[in-house]
């Protein structure tokens, strides 16, 4: 990631420029997705932009092509590890349960998804 781009002591950017490891599922030119570390549902990713957006408005506000992007890898995600229904839950802001501010979605699939509560 260039310079510019990474934020100091932001986890998920230490994540993206392989300081801190992860468990890949997909990376290309704007996003790189990754198992979380604490699985809520039989699929759980987190699709994450390379460039560091604190949450998924400020991305909706500068990027509409990289916020489309996170859906479509969401939904790729969706059908190679399930069958391709899927939630997509961004937690923005910390009272809504926002607990690492680099932008990123929650993409959850597999059976019994629709019941699992977001908050702890
Ligand atoms: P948030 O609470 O910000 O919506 O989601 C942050 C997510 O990042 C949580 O689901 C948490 O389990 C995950 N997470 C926190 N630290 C790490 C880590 O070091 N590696 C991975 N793979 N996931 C992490
Ligand atoms: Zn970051």
Do not use: W
Request: proline letters at 3%.
């Amino acid at each position: 990631m260039s310079e510019a781009a990474r934020v100091e002591d932001c986890l998920f950017c230490k994540i993206i420029d392989g300081q801190v490891p992860s468990s890949k599922v997909f990376e290309d030119d704007m996003v790189y997705a990754f198992n979380d570390i604490e699985p809520k549902a039989e699929v759980h990713v987190l699709v994450v932009p390379k460039h560091h957006y604190a949450n998924v408005a400020q991305v909706a506000a500068s990027d509409h092509e990289l916020l489309a992007h996170m859906v479509e890898v969401a939904q790729q995600i969706a059908q190679d590890k399930a069958d391709g229904q899927f939630r997509l839950i961004f937690n923005t802001g910390e009272q809504a349960g926002q607990s690492v501010f680099h932008a990123h979605g929650h993409v959850l699939a597999g059976s019994k998804t629709a019941s699992i509560p977001m908050a702890d």
